[in-house]
Nanobody
Framework: QVQLVESGGGLVQAGGSLRLSCAASGRTFSYYKMGWFRQAPGKEREFVASVTWSGRITSYADSVKGRFTVTRDNYAKNTLQMNSLKPEDTAVYYC??????????????????WGQGTQVTVSS
């Protein structure tokens, strides 16, 4: 059974930091890209950051560039370091994995497996 499990969410004040982790299991993810998406209340889910299977190429939404960093720790785990958090970063954050390990890094439809999500709340 394929599982992606996110951890590290929580409540933080504006300007603070959080680190999210995603651990994948149930199959080989060696050549999968991994990404993060988020969904705020009343809004559609949106792309946040992603990393190719090799870890060499990353992509970020404009709203998080310079504040968030995604790292491929190994073939089954990645980390999203979030700094200088803002209240507008409040959302449920989802980890995802896609079988095309290099292309379509920002496209939600190109991800095959999803985690259950972890809540991030940034207070002002």
């Amino acid at each position: 059974q394929v599982q992606l499990v996110e951890s590290g969410g929580g409540l933080v004040q504006a300007g603070g930091s959080l680190r999210l982790s995603c651990a994948a299991s149930g199959r080989t993810f060696s050549y999968y890209k991994m990404g993060w998406f988020r969904q705020a209340p009343g809004k559609e889910r949106e792309f946040v950051a992603s990393v190719t299977w090799s870890g060499r190429i990353t992509s970020y939404a404009d709203s998080v560039k310079g504040r968030f960093t995604v790292t491929r720790d190994n073939y089954a785990k990645n980390t999203l370091q979030m700094n200088s958090l803002k209240p507008e970063d409040t959302a449920v954050y989802y980890c995802a994995a896609g079988s095309d390990g290099v292309y379509y890094l920002t496209r939600e439809s190109e991800y095959d497996y999803w985690g259950q999500g972890t809540q991030v709340t940034v207070s002002s």
